[in-house]
């Protein structure tokens, strides 16, 4: 049965699904790795809403659908479903927690799986099952998906994210020649997770270095932990959700700093997650940091993820220089129904475009300009909530078993 929608509200502006840490003692070091006659392997991957997401076996059995993120430690399986259809056999009982506002909750781990993606295998590997889905990620993706695969992915092995041609390049280390006109970003790995230091400028012109985890698992370009309560409101922000966690939903404003500084690159007038979650005493926070830099920066350039040699390399791509734009709509929706093509508004923010239009949740959109959405994927519609402030666009709505005509008139929030 699909997520009903409570269950997935905030998804719309991140996925904070991505931020938790998470480790079990004593459990044995697992890798994957490459055939012994290769020494790089390239490994398409379908770009949707700011995740990365390939194709892996399970015990030989799949193609089943993963996120590759660089902020989770043990492979996460988040559809229960898949324990029963690969046979999976659980072997004990252990506690999650994560950023959200709920309680920790159980899940259990089962060992000795083999995964391969397109011959990138890993073997004897330990998995966390979630007993539901509490994320709703093939609601938010409009596609099946059936995991995370974090640390163990990227411990062994340097990965090139390619965002233009949709690839990875998958190599031992020392086989990926770094870029000729990028740069070196050291990287310190601890417990599990890449960190890097920024210079940021917040609007107030206060400038702060920043410890950020690298999430190639998280949608927004930057997320900052307790600046709104260190310090003053941002000028200008959207109260929300920013996503859920482990543990439930995640509060937050959304606003702009003026400026980070990534390597020798910086960017200007960032959209911005701040959390209002109280995060100074989440178990997840073993190691203190300040924020997160997600995908909405890192897909700006081409870049080179080495463990091994704690360094990411980076080149600018071909967006590097497009302005950060927010959602001009106001709406959040997922994917329901067969194959994922109803679209199902969850929630409209109080002001935005969507409210004075008179959009309500529960509505169905089923065409945009004339165009059915189930022609669209989730990604196409959400680049048209962002196409342009004052774009006129009509919606066909299903409410209450009945058809409405609306005329939406985007408008920028940020």
């Known amino acids: ?51 990365v997401i390939v194709k892996t076996k399970i015990d030989g059995k799949g193609p089943y659908n993963f996120i590759i993120d660089s902020g989770v430690g043990i492979i996460i399986i988040t559809d229960p479903g898949l324990a029963d259809s690969v046979g999976l056999q659980s072997r004990r009982t ?12 159980d899940a259990t781990i089962t060992s000795n799986l083999s995964f391969d993606i397109d011959g990138i295998k890993g073997n004897n590997m330990s998995a966390a099952i ?98 709104v309560k260190n310090n003053t409101l941002p000028q200008k922000f959207i109260v929300g959700n920013l996503g859920v966690g482990l543990t439930g939903p995640v509060t937050g404003l959304i606003s702009r700093v003026s400026e980070i500084d990534i390597g020798k690159y910086p960017f200007k007038n960032v959209i911005t997650s701040f959390t209002l979650t109280d995060t100074s005493t989440d178990a997840a926070r073993a ?25 990411m390399f980076i080149q600018p791509g071909k967006d590097f220089k497009a302005p950060f734009e927010h959602d001009m709509s106001g709406l959040e929706y997922y994917a329901d129904g067969d194959n994922y093509r ?31 959405v189930a022609d669209m994927t989730i990604q196409e519609i959400d680049d048209i909530f962002k196409s342009g402030a004052d774009r006129s666009l009509i919606l066909d709505i299903y409410r209450d078993k009945k058809r409405y005509r609306y005329i939406i008139t985007l408008k920028r929030r940020l």
Not at 4 to 25: E, H, P
Not at 94 to 105: H, R
Not at 167 to 193: C, D, H, M
Request: aromatic share 10%; with cysteine.
């Open 287 to 311: 190691v203190p940091r300040d924020g997160n830099l997600g995908l909405g920066i890192l897909k700006k350039f081409t870049l080179i993820i080495d463990y091994q040699n704690s360094a």
């Open 130 to 227: 979630l007993r539901k889905d509490r994320f709703g990620l093939s609601n938010y993706a409009g596609m099946p998906i059936h995991g995370l695969i974090g640390y163990d992915f990227f411990n062994s092995l340097a990965i090139k994210f390619n965002f233009f041609d949709s690839t990875l390049t998958v190599a031992r280390p020392g086989y990926l020649k770094e870029f000729k006109r990028g740069f070196r970003v050291p990287l310190s790995i601890e417990q599990g997770k890449p960190y890097i230091n920024a210079r940021i400028k917040l609007d107030n012109q206060r400038e702060i270095n920043a410890k950020l985890v690298v999430d190639i698992g998280a949608g927004h370009p930057l997320m900052l932990d307790n600046q």
């Open 342 to 372: 109803t679209i199902v508004i969850n929630r409209v923010e109080p002001g935005s475009a969507g409210d004075i239009t008179g959009l309500q949740k529960d509505d169905a959109i089923l065409n945009i300009n004339f165009k059915p």
């Open 94 to 105: 252990i506690k999650l927690s994560g950023l959200g506002s709920g309680e920790d909750f």
């Open 1 to 51: 049965m699909l997520p009903k929608a409570s269950n997935i509200s905030g998804l719309r502006v991140c996925l904070l699904v991505f931020l938790f840490a998470f480790s079990i003692t004593g459990a044995k070091a697992q890798f994957f790795d490459l055939p012994a006659n290769k020494k790089k392997i390239t490994v398409p991957f379908k770009m949707v809403r700011n995740m």
